[in-house]
């Protein structure tokens, strides 16, 4: 004979099982196991010639083909402002990087590093937007430690498989 287990009792225990899954995502999405200073790197360091390297905005890049959004580092918006000031700061940060990229005298390189997805989610929309993750060498320097120093980007430290909420610039 089948025991029969009262409706009120499954109800509880699928809640439950639910919850402890929720839960075990939640801990491996999002919970800081490293920041961008411990990117793993996917690719060496390649040196980059000034016109190849076409700056997006004050933290991404197109070069070889690819939009790299560079880590470590936020600038603000210049497309997607959320007021004028942003705006006028973000176009200071792109002029800026582009400055960087432009001086003769600078040896670029370019480091594609792991991006801070979810497993599976790299190389998709849904991890940043289809874009690699990168850093970004101007004379051995990091290009976001320029940018911040000069007030023009602020730190932005990601998670293995999370970044944190964008902070506003208005």
Not at 58 to 87: H, M, S
Not at 102 to 127: D, K, M, N, W, Y
Not at 147 to 163: D, K, Q, S
Request: net charge positive.
């Amino acid at each position: 004979m089948t025991k029969i287990i009262p409706l009120k009792r499954r109800l509880l225990v699928s809640v439950a099982i639910v919850s402890a899954i929720v839960l075990a995502l939640a801990v491996v999405y999002w919970f800081p196991f490293g920041s961008a200073g411990d990117a793993t790197t996917t690719t060496p360091a390649t040196r980059i010639g000034r016109g190849q390297i076409q700056i997006v905005d004050g933290d991404t890049i197109r070069a070889n083909g690819y939009t790299y959004r560079l880590v470590g580092f936020d600038t603000p918006e210049t497309v997607d402002a959320k007021c004028p000031q942003e705006r006028v700061l973000g176009n200071r940060a792109a002029a800026r990087l582009g400055a960087l990229v432009a001086q003769h005298s600078l040896r670029l390189s370019l480091v594609e590093v792991s991006c801070s997805c979810a497993p599976g989610t790299h190389g998709t929309r849904f991890c940043n937007y289809g874009r690699r993750c990168g850093v970004l060498k101007a004379n051995g320097e990091d290009v976001g430690q320029i940018l911040i120093r000069e007030g023009l980007a602020r730190p932005f430290l990601c998670g293995n498989f999370y970044c944190p909420k964008r902070q506003p610039w208005c």
